[in-house]
């Protein structure tokens, strides 16, 4: 079994085009599109990477992020958003609480699967 990426976003457009495009670089890919059933995954130390968008209308990105480290505060998580105005300032509460790696849509797939590859290098 490959490196488990979880990518969560409320648009099944968006998780099942990340699914297609992951696995065709040999990642292993579960998708949600709700924060609540991503969190089981993490809960059941499921997860190798999380992929999460910001908004989502059940728990957004943030919360998904907060919950997750407090589970395995060493899982990798990469944020994604389409927000050029973050009106909550989720990023900059996100990046205060030790959030490294967001990825603004619409991005480069190749880029994902390059900073996918660096983190579980450790790097």
Known sequence: ????????????????????????RGFEVRTENSGYTALQHVMR???DILLTDIAMPDMDGFE???????????????????FGYDPNHTVVKA???????ILYKPFETDDLASLIERLTRGE
């Open 45 to 47: 130390n499921e997860v």
């Open 95 to 101: 990046r205060q609480e030790g959030l490294q790696h």
């Open 1 to 24: 079994m490959g490196l488990i990426v979880l990518v969560v976003d409320d648009e099944t457009e968006v998780t099942d085009f990340l699914r297609l495009e992951l696995e065709d």
């Open 64 to 82: 998904l992020y907060r919950r997750s480290l407090e589970l395995d505060e060493t899982l990798p998580i990469i944020m994604m958003t389409g």
